[in-house]
């Protein structure tokens, strides 16, 4: 019990020296004063009445240590209750961080008290996805400028829900205060703010009204900074584009000189943009009238520009610009040429002046291949030229040249039906109708008629010649007419007229050797051949060539359609000369092997 009691002592003088109540002389470990001290050190919260006795013996100092003490232990908690108000007044989910120890908490804190976050706290909310936090503090940034804009520092609470924000925003931005605004910030003592503001507003509605008066909208009665037409006038002030709903606006409300005054604005700003892009801006004139900028709207729409447009820009100097025109334009018909399309002479004739040889070479060289592939010439080795320059004028439908006629003979192409033969023929036919209608002179009319036959259009032969021949007085023409009529009536598969037609030109014209020749094909055509030769060896007694008439009898078999009489007509031939129609035994060959 000695050693106990010894302890007790030792304790109590202990603790009155870590509590500073050293003054007190009772050390009796009976004393109240030591069960107050082992209740405290024990974090026992103090009575009143304990806190009353301390009072009584003057222990001020003891109780100060107790007091601070016993805050400490409830500090944690303390911390968790703040930290939880900070989140809910800057909107951090219920979900989110909720340790004291987050980065959080201090960031929350500062923002609490310093009112503002330096760049790198920004970023640190950023990444954590609290971005409303970040607009919060933007907020009370925002709040403190306007604050110190508008004179309103003494206002304490800077808390972006706050009115006086909403009212400070609401006056940044020219707009009117309604009276309870108004009357709220008279309430709040907030008088420099109102002074600001009606000193702001008076100047605002000085500018609508010189705005009104610069873009001629005086006549409308609104002077509110908050209308419409204020929102309108200052984007023209500022140089920007009216939508489309701003213009409609302005058209109801019967404003045509203001929409006048903002579409030559947007013109002037179209022009600036294009003179950039077409290296003109040394062209110091914006006006929208000036000739320049009908000439940039022409070359942005891919419109090639004309020679009174080249002079103009030479005349200013604008080299730079005329060189972008005619890339473009080059351009625009090089693409013609990818896309097949044919470029016309003025078209060439503007690359070849403009040097853009490579560009003329392309272009003919695809035409050339594209016309070899529409006159069927594709299997056909043919140099570009003459071949191209003889197309391109077929295209044209210009007569060829007579070198050009025997150049497409030396490769054999008049002698076919091919389609550069019908284009040629055609021509032909077509001219000397026009110079039939020209002249009158009556003979065009078997040559045309001839060409029409062997353009493979045997009905406008027999239209052409289909004419009263008691107007025709010279006998040789009215045979010859008749002649070509009758090959056109055989061409379309009517013998009996063809016929009619060889025995008039007979009567007509008796010595010549052609309505003989036509009545010798037509026996053909009816697989009579006795009948046949006659006629052609009466054609040869009256200066037919044998060499032609055996041409014709050659162009009867091969179009003979019936392949059995075709065979029979190489028979009757082999057996009549097979030295001079040693050519038929090719039918006979072309009859066995269908047979096989």
């Known amino acids: 019990m000695a050693k106990e009691s010894q302890n007790r002592l030792k304790h109590f003088a202990a603790l009155k020296s870590k509590y500073q109540a050293t003054q007190y002389q009772d050390s009796s470990p009976a004393s109240l004063l030591y069960l107050i001290l082992r209740k405290v050190d024990l974090g026992i919260e103090l009575l009143d009445l304990e806190s009353n006795w301390l009072q009584e013996y003057e222990l001020f100092e003891t109780l100060e240590i107790i007091w601070l003490q016993q805050f400490r ?18 909107k951090v989910a219920k979900n989110g961080e909720s340790s004291v120890s987050s980065v959080l908490y201090p960031i929350l804190w500062k923002l609490e008290s310093e009112k503002s976050l330096t760049d790198s706290e920004i970023k640190l909310l950023q990444d954590n996805n609290l971005t409303q936090i970040v607009t919060i503090a933007q907020d009370i940034k925002r709040f403190a400028q306007l604050k110190e804009k508008y004179q309103a520092t003494k206002y304490q609470d800077s808390h972006p829900n706050n009115r006086l924000y909403r009212i400070l925003k609401k006056l940044d931005t020219e707009a009117s205060l309604n009276d309870n605004e108004y009357e709220w910030l008279l309430n709040n003592e907030l008088f420099e703010a109102i ?21 001629q909208a005086s006549q409308h009665p609104d002077t509110s900074l908050s209308s419409q037409l204020y929102k309108i006038l200052q984007k023209l002030d500022a140089d920007e584009k009216l939508i489309d709903s701003e213009i409609d606006w302005l058209e109801k409300q019967g404003l045509t000189e203001t929409i006048a005054i903002a579409e030559e604005l947007e013109q002037k700003r179209e022009f600036i943009a294009l003179k950039a892009k077409y290296k003109a801006s040394q062209h110091e004139d914006l006006s929208p009238t000036n000739y320049l900028y009908a000439i940039l709207k022409k070359l942005d729409s891919e419109t090639h520009l004309n020679e009174q447009d080249i002079i103009f820009l030479r005349q200013f100097k604008l080299s730079e610009t005329i060189e972008i025109a005619n890339d473009k334009y080059a351009f625009l018909l090089k693409s013609k040429i990818v896309s097949l399309i044919v470029m016309s002479d003025l078209e060439i004739d503007w690359l070849r002046n403009n040097e853009y040889e490579d560009i003329i070479i392309l272009a003919q060289k695809k035409h050339f291949a594209a016309l070899k592939i529409k006159y069927g010439l594709t299997d056909i080795s043919l140099p570009q030229e003459p071949f191209y320059a003889i197309m391109v004028k077929l295209e044209k439908k210009e007569r060829l040249d007579p070198k050009f006629v025997l150049q497409l003979m030396e490769k054999g192409l008049l002698s076919d039906n091919g389609k550069i033969a019908l284009a040629y023929y055609k021509l032909e036919a077509e ?77 007509y014209q008796p010595d010549s050797h052609q309505p003989y020749t036509l009545m010798g094909a037509i026996c053909y055509d009816k697989y009579n051949y006795e009948q046949g030769n006659y006629w052609f060896q009466q054609a040869i007694e009256r200066g037919a060539e044998t060499k032609d008439i055996d041409a014709e009898i050659k162009r009867v078999i091969r179009s003979t359609k019936n392949e059995e009489k075709r065979h029979e007509a190489a028979e009757y031939l082999l057996k009549e000369d097979a030295s001079r129609y040693a050519w038929a035994k090719s039918y006979l060959k072309k009859s066995s092997d269908n047979g096989k």
């Open 73 to 90: 232990m409830g500090e944690s908690k303390r911390l968790e209750a703040e930290f939880s108000d900070l989140k809910a007044k800057y």
């Open 195 to 215: 002074e600001i503001f009606e000193k702001e507003e008076s100047a605002t509605r000085a500018k609508v009204t010189q705005l009104k008066s610069k873009y």
């Open 431 to 507: 001219f000397y109708e026009q110079e039939l209608g020209r002249t009158g002179h009556k003979w065009h009319i078997p040559t045309a008629s001839g060409y029409w036959r062997k353009a493979n259009e045997p009905k406008r032969a027999l239209k052409l010649t289909d004419l009263d021949l008691n107007r025709v007085n010279d006998s040789n023409l009215k045979s010859a007419i008749l002649v070509t009529r009758g090959a056109a009536f055989r061409d379309s598969d009517k013998l009996n007229d063809a016929e009619n037609c060889a025995k008039k030109a007979m009567e």
